[in-house]
């Protein structure tokens, strides 16, 4: 299980998140879920380890006013993290926490302040134009939601004696750097993990809500991800071609599943237009004996196939998708639900999915609910509402029997109520 941390943040002005391995994004507009879901994306992300950058290819946050909550009078915003790590050549796994601390120079948000445990020890990590200094102390064996609040360090401070190129590192050099002079090692990575466990989620996928227009024919070149998805014709076209194994078999068989249980398609193929492996193909989508091709079949299907396709050919992924549902018929809402059920039971994968869709919540919930055999991960739904003082999230546990926890706010079951009693309008 993660923990998220965030203070005075977009419309968050102080809260904890908890994410387990299936987690339902649940509320109205504007109440604060693609800003925790481009945090979630930034914390994963190599480049904001290294640089401290609120905009990437998938994520703009803008300037520092744009990112500060606006009811605070504080002149700074806080994001942080909790997770379980494993240690080089060491089977234990450990907890690891940092918090960074970002105010604004020139509209633009700046790292002042990092924490970060290392070893037994908590530091206190400032950047000033000059210099980089740091405060230790003993860990108190406290909980994140008390460790976030926690800055009383010894007033006594220490410069860091590493020749740096610039006032601010990336953190896992600056952990380096610390850790040997903590430990007085000559060796500065005697005592490090390998890079990437720091990251939130070091396998890491954002699957757009909209995603990449079915095409009358591809081109095989395309095989960096996307969010949109426009990789996924040529991952579908190696798949497809590759030679028989349990593998291919797995990942077919699965597509094939869902296709039957949402009654979008009963096989997808690719018709190769050459034989040179850079030739174009098409993609064709059948029904019983019927053959259309991509573009000539409901928009549903052209939506779902590179969400379906990215999930089933990776393992051990964590995966942020906003509105799966979106051109999907009831029916394939539910069975992306069962879908979901498979991909973290089989393939370990991990989900934070913004949602409208209580069809793919409750059979997911149905799913939990009639396995025979025992659930060893847990789900939960994040409902998103807005106050007067800003927004804030519940967490709403699904228990193994897919019923929900005791505590279910009033206003999330309306929320869903409200959904229906407008459907009924039309």
């Known amino acids: 299980m993660e923990k998220i941390f965030l203070k005075n943040y977009k419309g968050f002005k102080h809260q904890i998140i908890s994410l387990e391995k299936i987690n339902f994004l649940v509320g109205e507009n504007s109440t604060g879920k693609t800003s925790f879901l481009k945090v979630i994306n930034l914390l994963s992300s190599a480049e904001f380890w290294y640089d401290y950058e609120f905009n990437n290819n998938e994520v703009e946050l803008g300037y520092f006013e744009e990112i500060i909550n606006k009811q605070t009078t504080d002149n700074f915003f806080r994001l942080g993290i909790e997770k379980q790590i494993n240690e080089d050549d060491i089977e234990e796994k450990r907890t690891f926490r940092v918090l960074f601390e970002f105010q604004e120079l020139n509209a633009i948000p700046t790292l002042k302040i990092i924490k970060v445990n290392i070893g037994e020890f908590d530091v206190l990590i400032k950047f000033t134009k000059k210099q980089i200094s740091y405060r230790i102390k003993k860990q108190n064996p406290n909980n994140y939601e008390e460790w976030v609040e926690d800055f009383d360090f010894p007033k006594s401070y220490k410069v860091l004696s590493q020749p740096i190129a610039r006032n601010i590192l990336p953190v896992y050099i600056l952990i380096h750097f610390i850790e040997s002079e903590i430990y007085k090692s000559n060796d500065v990575y005697s005592r490090r993990r390998s890079f990437g466990n720091d990251l939130l989620y070091s396998n890491y996928k954002w699957l757009a809500p909209i995603r990449a227009k079915a095409k009358r024919t591809y081109e095989s070149y395309k095989i960096k991800f996307s969010p949109e998805g426009e990789h996924i014709p040529s991952i579908l076209r190696q798949i497809l071609a590759s030679k028989s194994n349990k593998e291919k078999t797995r990942i077919i068989s699965a597509l094939e599943q869902f ?52 999930i089933l050919s990776s393992r051990n992924t964590c995966f942020s998708i906003q509105q799966p549902e979106v051109h999907l018929h009831p029916k394939a809402q539910s069975a992306f639900g069962s879908f979901l059920f498979n991909a973290v039971k089989i393939d370990n994968n991990k989900f934070i999915i913004e949602t409208h869709s209580d069809f793919t919540i409750n059979r997911l919930r149905y799913k939990l609910h009639t396995s025979k055999k025992e659930i060893e991960f847990n789900s939960k739904v994040l409902f998103f509402e807005r106050g007067s003082e800003g927004n804030s999230i519940t967490k709403i546990d699904i228990n193994k029997d897919g019923s929900y926890s005791d505590k279910v706010p009033t206003n999330y079951r309306d929320f869903f109520i409200d959904e229906e009693l407008k459907l009924l309008e039309l």
Request: cysteine-free; proline content about 6%; hydrophobic content about 35%.
């Open 259 to 310: 296709g039957k249980d949402s009654n979008l398609f009963d096989k997808i193929e690719v018709r190769e237009l050459g034989k040179k492996n850079s030739s174009p193909f098409e993609i064709i989508v059948k029904y019983e004996n019927i053959e259309i091709k991509l573009p000539n079949v409901g928009y549903g299907v052209s939506q779902s196939l590179p969400l379906i396709i990215e």
